[in-house]
C-alpha cells in the first residue's frame, strides 16, 4: 500500500468513525508510520508503509491521538503521552500565558504546579522562565512516573514529588492548577473514556485551593461556564485583581487573582 493509498483509507475509516478532523487525523498517523513529518508526506505520497494499521485501529476506536501517537506538542515542546495522565490541551496553553504575564518582573520566582500530570504546564514554565523554581505535584504515582520521563528527556530541572493540596500552603509567589472540573463524563467524547478518570472528574477543588494557598498569584483552569464561579470564590477568599481570560475558542478557561 502506498501512502497516498494509506491516507485516503485513513481517511475514510476515521470519518466514518466520526472522529472530528479526519483528514488531519489520518495524515498524522501516515507520516508517523513512515516516520517523517506530516509537511514531508505530500511530497512522498507514492512511497510505500507498513505499520499504519494497527494506529489506524486504536485512532478509529477513538482512543485519543495523542496516546496513539505516543507524543504531543505542548508550546515549545513534545511531551510523551500515554494513559498515565491527560492529553495536554491548546487551552491549558493560554494558563502558561496568563503565569509568564504574572511571573514579568519577579526574579528566580518560585512557582508550585498543582497536579502535573504530564508536566505540560511545569515544564512549559521552566522552559520559558529558566530562572523560575519550579515545583510539581501530583497524587498520582504514574502521573509522576511520565512527569519525571518527559523532564528528563527535556532536560529542565523541576522539582516533581507526590503531594495534593496542601503543597499550596507552603508559600509561592505563583500556584498554577489544572484541576478536575469535570461533573461526568456522560455525553462527552468518547476519548475522554481513555483518559484517567481521576483527573478529569471532579468538583470543588478550586474553591479548596484557593483557600488553602499562600501565594502571590494564583491561576486556575476552570471549566465552561465555571469561570464566574470559581471568580467569586477567589474573591471570598481575599484575592484582589481577579481576571477571567477566554481560551481561543472563546471560552472563559483562565481565573486568575492576586493576595
Known sequence: MTAREALAEAER??????V?????????LVSHALGISRTQLHADLDRELDGVEPLLHRREQREPLAYVLGKWGFRRLTLKTDER???PRPETEVVVDRCLTLLDGLTAP????????SG???????????DAVVTAVDESGVALELAHENAARLGLDVEIRRGGIEAAAAGWDLVVSNPPYVDSLDGLQPELRYEPEYALVGSGLHERIAEAARTRFLVLEVG????DRVAAALEAFG??????????AGIPRVVEGVR
Open 224 to 227: 465552561a461556564g465555571q469561570a
Open 13 to 18: 475509516r476515521l470519518a466514518a468513525a466520526g
Open 239 to 248: 484575592y484582589r485583581e481577579i481576571r477571567v481570560t477566554d481560551d481561543l
Open 120 to 130: 505540560a504546564i511545569a515544564l512549559a514554565l521552566k522552559d520559558e522562565r529558566p
Open 20 to 28: 472530528d478532523t479526519p483528514r488531519v487525523d489520518a495524515e498524522l
Open 85 to 87: 495522565a491527560l492529553v
Open 110 to 117: 518560585r512557582v508550585l504546579d498543582l497536579g502535573v500530570g
